[in-house]
């Protein structure tokens, strides 16, 4: 992870330099995450993926703004919160934030490949997190999925840690009594 982290910051470098190669190499490294992360706060693939590119886009378009190197992370995810919410904000006449759907989405909970929950349970969580609010169900996002440590999320979402925290808890208790029929009828 460190020399991951050394040969992203040299990336960043050479890309704020200009060289497009080195920029592609970080896209291809941070693409697939920033796509998941969008999926599951979206609830739709196509929208997932135009904002992936917007957000690629616009961070190669101020990559030279971007002070520390090793907060690239953080700055990454900011930009694909800023364009997801953007685009709620455009649609908001038509879709109210609070009832987006998650229909056509991969319910499949991936670790290393392959899903180790069954379909079942996928499908549970899935639902459960779709009747989260969107900032509760960003910070499952951001937290589970995502890896975030609690001062990346509040960089992020630009809010202060304690209110990460207590969206975070917050959400976890809904998904657990929302989940806890599911694991009593033996599906764990």
Known sequence: MIFRAVEDADLIQQAARGQVEAY??????????VYNYL??????????LDLTQDVF???????????EPARFAPWLYRIAHNEAYSLF??????TDVETLELEG???GILVGGSSVFPMELSLAVAAA??????????????KIYQ????????????????????RLYAALELLKAELA?????GVS
């Open 24 to 33: 592609n190499l970080l896209v291809s490294r941070w693409e697939k995450r």
């Open 39 to 48: 999926l599951r706060v979206t609830g739709n693939r196509e929208d997932a």
């Open 57 to 67: 886009l616009k961070a190669y378009q101020s990559l030279r703004k971007l002070e």
């Open 89 to 94: 904000r455009k649609r908001r006449p038509e």
């Open 105 to 107: 989405t991969d319910t």
């Open 129 to 142: 997190l779709k009747r989260l609010s969107p900032d509760q169900r960003e910070t499952v996002v951001l």
């Open 147 to 166: 890896g975030f440590k609690f001062e990346e999320m509040a960089e992020i979402l630009s809010c202060p840690v304690s209110t990460v925290k207590s």
């Open 181 to 185: 029929p599911i694991r009593s009828r």
